[in-house]
Each structure stands twice: as C-alpha cells, then as structure tokens.
C-alpha cells in the first residue's frame, strides 16, 4: 500500500482546506484509514480516523466539529476537510492506513504518506 498527501499549503486563520490522500495498492475501503499531524516540537497525533466497512469513525475533540473525513472510491482517494482553521492547526498532516484488526484510534498503523505541511496565518 501506498499513500501520497496532497493540498498542504497556507491558509489564513479562519479558512478551509482539503487535505488529499491518494492510495494505491489496495482499496482504501478495505483498511481502516486515519489522518494524524504532527506540530513543531509536538508528538504526532491522531485526529481523525475511519473504518469504512464499520461505520466507525475517530475525531480528536480539538478538531471536532471543524475536520471531516471523507472518500471517493473512484479515484482511491481520502480527503481530510478541515474548517475554520485556526494557528494551532499548523502542523504536517500525514496519511495512515492500516489492517482491519484491533482500534481504528491508535497510534499502530502499517503505512504511511510522507506528509504534506499545512500552515495556517493569524
């Protein structure tokens, strides 16, 4: 499987943005999916998550209400919109996936994007 991040970029404080992760490999309804970033000086973190078969999904509470995960099977593609952006969401925001074993919120996934930097402007 892999996975290639698209959309980062800067965005004023206040603004959208759509966060594109192209898998190939696999069809990303098979595996649980999750987007994680990871600030200046700060641990990596999980923010949103997904297992499609389940219906289940993960949003970490400071992102909630503002970032939502979507897919088009068509293209093999998962999307990370993220709304009213504030400063505090400037970080590289990285794709994962994983097997559909276990939690969908863990920090365990098998494969990786390379990230892609989100940057947002007070």
């Known amino acids: 499987v892999q996975l290639v991040e698209s959309g980062g970029g800067l965005v004023q404080a206040g603004g959208s943005r759509r966060l594109s992760c192209a898998v190939s490999?696999?069809?990303?309804?098979?595996?649980?999916m999750g987007w994680f970033r990871q600030a200046p000086g700060k641990e990596r973190e999980l923010v949103v998550a997904?297992?499609?078969?389940?219906?289940?999904?993960y949003i970490a509470d400071s992102v909630k209400g503002r970032f939502a995960i979507s897919g088009d099977n068509a293209k093999n593609t998962v999307y990370l919109q993220m709304n009213s952006l504030e400063p505090e969401d400037t970080a590289v925001y990285y794709c994962?996936?994983?097997?559909?074993?276990?939690?969908?919120?863990?920090?365990?996934?098998?494969?990786w994007g390379q990230g892609t930097l989100v940057t947002v402007s007070s």
């Open positions: 490999g696999r069809s990303f309804i098979s595996l649980y």
């Open positions: 994962a996936a994983k097997s559909r074993i276990g939690a969908i919120a863990t920090m365990s996934y098998d494969y």
């Open positions: 997904i297992s499609w078969s389940g219906g289940s999904t």
